[in-house]
Every structure is written in structure tokens, then in C-alpha cells.
Nanobody, 119 residues
Framework: QVQLVESGGGLVQPGGSLRLSCVFS????????MAWYRQVPGKERELVAN???????NYAEFVKGRFTISRDDPKNTVYLQMRSLKPEDTAVYYC?????????????WGQGTQVTVSS
């Protein structure tokens, strides 16, 4: 069983910053990539950023220059540093892991953490 637990969400004013964390645990043999997605009610979940095993990163256009994804492998943790937050960044943010577990190749999700940007 693989578990991902996000934390760090909350209420922040426009222009503020937050750092999200995602810790994974369980029977994971190897990780191909980890990512952050976000979703607002009535819309599809969208990719925010991802990071591969080699450290290569990819960002959605709407967060480039403001968000930074990073990982701490010894801690089984991936982070999303969010700066210059805008009201339109309000969403539930989900952590995603793509990797090999005892069940084979799989894609796993956390439960999500709410980020609200409002004055």
C-alpha cells in the first residue's frame, strides 16, 4: 500500500507565500516522477509542476517564475514553494507519484490540501 500525505495548505493573502509538502510511504521500490496538481470545483484537475528522478522539472505556464517544485529523497518528500500567490491559485492541491510498487507500475494520489488566496 502506498500513501501520500499533503500538508501546508491554508489561507493566504494575495502576494503571499506558502510551501506545500507531500510525504509518501509504503511499498515503493522506485519513483519515476512526482508532481503537484490542482483542482477547483467544476474544472478538471490540472498539472502544476512535476519533477523526475533526475531532477528535471516542468511547470505549467500559469505558475512559471512563481512556484518551485523540489524533492528530498531521504525524507520521501516533495515540496511546492508557492510565491506571489494570486486569487486564481485558489484550489485543492494534490500530490501525485508515478512509480513502481509491489503491485507494479502505478500512479498514486494524496488526499489534497486546500489553498485559498484571499484578502
Amino acid at each position: 500500500q502506498v500513501q501520500l500525505v499533503e500538508s501546508g495548505g491554508g489561507l493566504v493573502q494575495p502576494g503571499g507565500s506558502l510551501r506545500l509538502s507531500c510525504v509518501f510511504s509504503g511499498s515503493i521500490f522506485s519513483v519515476n516522477a512526482m508532481a503537484w496538481y490542482r483542482q477547483v470545483p467544476g474544472k478538471e484537475r490540472e498539472l502544476v509542476a512535476n519533477i523526475t528522478t533526475s531532477g528535471s522539472t516542468n511547470y505549467a505556464e500559469f505558475v512559471k517564475g512563481r512556484f518551485t517544485i523540489s524533492r528530498d529523497d531521504p525524507k520521501n518528500t516533495v515540496y511546492l514553494q508557492m510565491r506571489s500567490l494570486k486569487p486564481e491559485d485558489t484550489a485543492v492541491y494534490y500530490c501525485n507519484l508515478d512509480g513502481l510498487s509491489t503491485r507494479g507500475l502505478g500512479n498514486y494520489w494524496g488526499q489534497g490540501t486546500q489553498v485559498t488566496v484571499s484578502s
